[in-house]
C-alpha cells in the first residue's frame, strides 16, 4: 500500500495593475491566513516577485517552477482584486491540476466614489478565459472569506482533488479472474490505464496462497499475533486454532503484498476456488484489510475498488468505506433499502451495542468454513456511490440515505433510509450499473460531483439531485434542513 500524503494546494493569487496594490497584498495575508486555519497544506508563490502576486505573464513560468518542484495536487486561484485572466488561465493549463477559481466580495465604493477591488468583474473575465483553453475548474461564489460558502467551498473542493489524485494513477490488485458466471464484473482494463493511468495489478490466486501457507509452515511470530488479536476482539464461537491461522495468514499476505506492489486496493475472486484450495471465506478478512486503508472489493470487481480507494481519500481516511450488495427492499418502508454483504464491512464500523461475530459462512452448508464478519454497521448520513461504464462512456453514481431501523439479517449489513427508492432502483437499472455499491458514512455527494469535472466523468446524481448539489455549494441547506 502507498502511504498517505497531504494534499498540497498551490495558491497564486491574482490583481491586475490599475487597482489597489495595498489592498490586493492585505487580500492575500488574509486568504492564505485562513486557509491555514482550515488545515489546508498551502504552497505560495511568494519567492516568485516581492508582491507574490501573478499580474503579469512573466510571472506564469516561475510560478509553475515553484508548483511543480513542490508536487502541488491542485490549483487555487483567488482573485485579490481584478486579476490578470491570461496569465492566471496560462498557469492552470500549463500546471494540469484541478484548479479552483474564486474572490472575496467586494467592498462598497470609497467615499470619493473609486473602488479598489472589482474582484468579481476580474473572475468573469478568467473563467472565459478557462472555457477557451478547455481547463475544466471549480469555482466559489464571490464571498468573504470568513463566510460558510468560502469555507464550504474549500473544504469540498480539497475533498474533490484528494479523489482526483487518488483516482488517477490508482494501482488496483487483482487476484484471481472474476467468477465465471459473474459477467457483470467485465471491465476495460486498457481503457483506465488509456485514460486515467490506472493500474491493474494482477496475481493467482496460488501466489497469495504460497505465501500464506509459508507462514503457516514457518510458524511466523506475526500470525500467533493476528490470531490474538482476532480471539480478543471478536467473538468467534467454537473456531479452532487451526481455521484461525488460515484467516489470519491470508490476511498477512493480501497486506504484504499490497505492501509490496504499491497497491491503493484490492479486488479478489472470493469463492469459490479459494474454499476448496485453502478451505476458507475471505470475508472477514476483506473488512480488516479495508480498516488498514487497503480497501477490498468483492468478487473481483475492479471497479468497486477503484470507487472505494477514491471515496476513502475524499473522506481522508477519517473513515473506512463498506463494499455493499443492493440486495432487498425494507419489508415495510417503501423508501429503504438493505446494503448488505456476506461479511467483509470494516469491524471499524460495527454498532457498538452490537457483538462482532466471526463465524463460518452461513450459505455453505452442514459445516461452514471460517470467515465471515456479523453485524450491523452504524446509521447516521451515508453516501452511496458507484462507478461503472461501458460503451466507453462512464458515470458515478451518487447518492445520499440515512441509516435506519429494518429487520436482523446474517452477514454485515445496515437498512438505508433514502427519499425516493423506486426513482434510485429505476436509475441503477438504467445506468451502465451493477449490484454493488461502494458506502461510506458522511455526505460525498458535492466533493465527488466535482471531482467529475476533472476526471471526465458523468456525474449522475439522485439525491441530492444535481441541483440540490449546486445550490449547497452556494449556501444553501440541503433540502428539508434550516438555515
Same mark, same amino acid.
Given at each position: 500500500?502507498?502511504?498517505?500524503?497531504?494534499?498540497?494546494?498551490?495558491?497564486?493569487?491574482?490583481?491586475?495593475?490599475?487597482?489597489?496594490?495595498?489592498?490586493?497584498?492585505?487580500?492575500?495575508?488574509?486568504?492564505?491566513?485562513?486557509?491555514?486555519?482550515?488545515?489546508?497544506?498551502?504552497?505560495?508563490?511568494?519567492?516568485?516577485?516581492?508582491?507574490?502576486?501573478?499580474?503579469?505573464?512573466?510571472?506564469?513560468?516561475?510560478?509553475?517552477?515553484?508548483?511543480?518542484?513542490?508536487?502541488?495536487?491542485?490549483?487555487?486561484?483567488?482573485?485579490?482584486?481584478?486579476?490578470?485572466?491570461?496569465?492566471?488561465?496560462?498557469?492552470?493549463?500549463?500546471?494540469?491540476?484541478?484548479?479552483?477559481?474564486?474572490?472575496?466580495? %467586494?467592498?462598497?465604493?470609497?467615499?470619493?466614489?473609486?473602488?479598489?477591488?472589482?474582484?468579481?468583474?476580474?473572475?468573469?473575465?478568467?473563467?472565459?478565459?478557462?472555457?477557451?483553453?478547455?481547463?475544466?475548474?471549480?469555482?466559489?461564489?464571490?464571498?468573504?472569506? %470568513?463566510?460558510?460558502?468560502?469555507?464550504?467551498?474549500?473544504?469540498?473542493?480539497?475533498?474533490?482533488?484528494?479523489?482526483?489524485?487518488?483516482?488517477?494513477?490508482?494501482?488496483?490488485?487483482?487476484?484471481?479472474?472474476?467468477?465465471?458466471?459473474?459477467?457483470?464484473?467485465?471491465?476495460?482494463?486498457?481503457?483506465?490505464?488509456?485514460?486515467?493511468?490506472?493500474?491493474?495489478?494482477?496475481?493467482?490466486?496460488?501466489?497469495?496462497?504460497?505465501?500464506?501457507?509459508?507462514?503457516?509452515?514457518?510458524?511466523?511470530?506475526?500470525?500467533?499475533?493476528?490470531?490474538?488479536?482476532?480471539?480478543?476482539?471478536?467473538?468467534?464461537?467454537?473456531?479452532?486454532?487451526?481455521?484461525?491461522?488460515?484467516?489470519?495468514?491470508?490476511?498477512?499476505?493480501?497486506?504484504?503484498?499490497?505492501?509490496?506492489?504499491?497497491?491503493?486496493?484490492?479486488?479478489?475472486?472470493?469463492?469459490?476456488?479459494?474454499?476448496?484450495?485453502?478451505?476458507?471465506?475471505?470475508?472477514?478478512?476483506?473488512?480488516?484489510?479495508?480498516?488498514?486503508?487497503?480497501?477490498?472489493?468483492?468478487?473481483?470487481?475492479?471497479? @468497486?475498488?477503484?470507487?472505494?480507494?477514491?471515496?476513502?481519500?475524499?473522506?481522508?481516511?477519517?473513515?473506512?468505506?463498506?463494499?455493499?450488495?443492493?440486495?432487498?427492499?425494507?419489508?415495510?418502508?417503501?423508501?429503504?433499502?438493505?446494503?448488505?454483504?456476506?461479511?467483509?464491512?470494516?469491524?471499524?464500523?460495527?454498532?457498538?451495542?452490537?457483538?462482532?461475530?466471526?463465524?463460518?459462512?452461513?450459505?455453505?452448508?452442514?459445516?461452514?468454513?471460517?470467515?465471515?464478519?456479523?453485524?450491523?454497521?452504524?446509521? @447516521?448520513?451515508?453516501?452511496?456511490?458507484?462507478?461503472?461504464?461501458?460503451?466507453?462512456?462512464?458515470?458515478?453514481?451518487?447518492?445520499?440515505?440515512?441509516?435506519?431501523?429494518?429487520?436482523?439479517?446474517?452477514?454485515?449489513?445496515?437498512?438505508?433510509?433514502?427519499?425516493?427508492?423506486?426513482?434510485?432502483?429505476?436509475?441503477?437499472?438504467?445506468?451502465?450499473?451493477?449490484?454493488?455499491?461502494?458506502?461510506?458514512?458522511?455526505?460525498?455527494?458535492?466533493?465527488?460531483?466535482?471531482?467529475?469535472?476533472?476526471?471526465?466523468?458523468?456525474?449522475?446524481?439522485?439525491?441530492?439531485?444535481?441541483?440540490?448539489?449546486?445550490?449547497?455549494?452556494? @449556501?444553501?441547506?440541503?433540502?428539508?434542513?434550516?438555515?
Amino acid at each position: 500500500m502507498r502511504k498517505p500524503e497531504p494534499l498540497k494546494l498551490g495558491v497564486a493569487p491574482t490583481r491586475r495593475v490599475i487597482f489597489s496594490i495595498e489592498e490586493a497584498a492585505r487580500q492575500k495575508r488574509l486568504i492564505e491566513s485562513k486557509l491555514k486555519a482550515l488545515g489546508v497544506d498551502i504552497v505560495t508563490i511568494d519567492s516568485v516577485n516581492p508582491e507574490g502576486l501573478i499580474f503579469s505573464r512573466n510571472h506564469v513560468e516561475p510560478a509553475l517552477e515553484v508548483f511543480r518542484r513542490e508536487k502541488v495536487d491542485a490549483l487555487f486561484i483567488p482573485h485579490v482584486n481584478f486579476g490578470t485572466e491570461d496569465a492566471t488561465a496560462r498557469l492552470a493549463r500549463d500546471l494540469g491540476k484541478p484548479t479552483l477559481l474564486w474572490g472575496p466580495r %467586494d467592498a462598497a465604493p470609497l467615499p470619493d466614489g473609486s473602488r479598489d477591488r472589482d474582484t468579481q468583474c476580474g473572475l468573469f473575465a478568467t473563467s472565459k478565459i478557462l472555457r477557451r483553453m478547455n481547463v475544466p475548474f471549480s469555482y466559489i461564489v464571490n464571498s468573504a472569506p %470568513d463566510s460558510t460558502v468560502f469555507e464550504r467551498g474549500v473544504t469540498n473542493f480539497v475533498a474533490a482533488a484528494a479523489a482526483v489524485k487518488a483516482f488517477r494513477h490508482a494501482r488496483i490488485g487483482q487476484v484471481s479472474t472474476r467468477p465465471a458466471a459473474f459477467w457483470t464484473m467485465m471491465i476495460n482494463e486498457g481503457e483506465l490505464l488509456e485514460r486515467w493511468g490506472i493500474e491493474v495489478v494482477p496475481a493467482t490466486l496460488s501466489d497469495i496462497l504460497r505465501a500464506a501457507q509459508k507462514m503457516l509452515d514457518g510458524q511466523d511470530p506475526a500470525l500467533a499475533q493476528q490470531v490474538k488479536w482476532i480471539r480478543d476482539n471478536f467473538e468467534v464461537g467454537s473456531a479452532d486454532e487451526a481455521d484461525l491461522a488460515k484467516v489470519a495468514a491470508f490476511k498477512l499476505a493480501l497486506v504484504h503484498w499490497a505492501d509490496e506492489a504499491c497497491l491503493d486496493g484490492i479486488a479478489l475472486q472470493c469463492w469459490s476456488a479459494l474454499q476448496q484450495d485453502f478451505g476458507i471465506f475471505p470475508c472477514f478478512v476483506h473488512g480488516l484489510v479495508t480498516d488498514e486503508a487497503v480497501p477490498v472489493a468483492c468478487e473481483t470487481d475492479i471497479h @468497486g475498488a477503484l470507487a472505494s480507494f477514491m471515496v476513502q481519500e475524499a473522506v481522508g481516511r477519517k473513515t473506512a468505506t463498506f463494499f455493499a450488495d443492493l440486495t432487498v427492499r425494507h419489508p415495510a418502508d417503501e423508501n429503504a433499502e438493505l446494503l448488505w454483504h456476506c461479511g467483509p464491512f470494516p469491524p471499524s464500523l460495527a454498532c457498538e451495542c452490537g457483538q462482532r461475530k466471526l463465524s463460518g459462512h452461513y450459505m455453505a452448508g452442514k459445516k461452514p468454513p471460517l470467515a465471515v464478519g456479523e453485524w450491523q454497521v452504524r446509521g @447516521g448520513p451515508i453516501s452511496v456511490i458507484r462507478f461503472d461504464g461501458d460503451h466507453g462512456q462512464y458515470k458515478l453514481f451518487l447518492g445520499h440515505g440515512v441509516g435506519t431501523d429494518g429487520p436482523f439479517t446474517r452477514g454485515t449489513y445496515v437498512w438505508l433510509k433514502v427519499g425516493n427508492w423506486p426513482l434510485w432502483e429505476e436509475r441503477l437499472i438504467r445506468g451502465p450499473y451493477v449490484h454493488h455499491v461502494v458506502c461510506v458514512h458522511g455526505r460525498v455527494a458535492p466533493a465527488l460531483y466535482e471531482a467529475c469535472r476533472f476526471l471526465g466523468i458523468e456525474p449522475d446524481c439522485v439525491e441530492p439531485t444535481e441541483a440540490e448539489i449546486q445550490a449547497w455549494l452556494r @449556501g444553501e441547506p440541503w433540502p428539508g434542513e434550516a438555515k
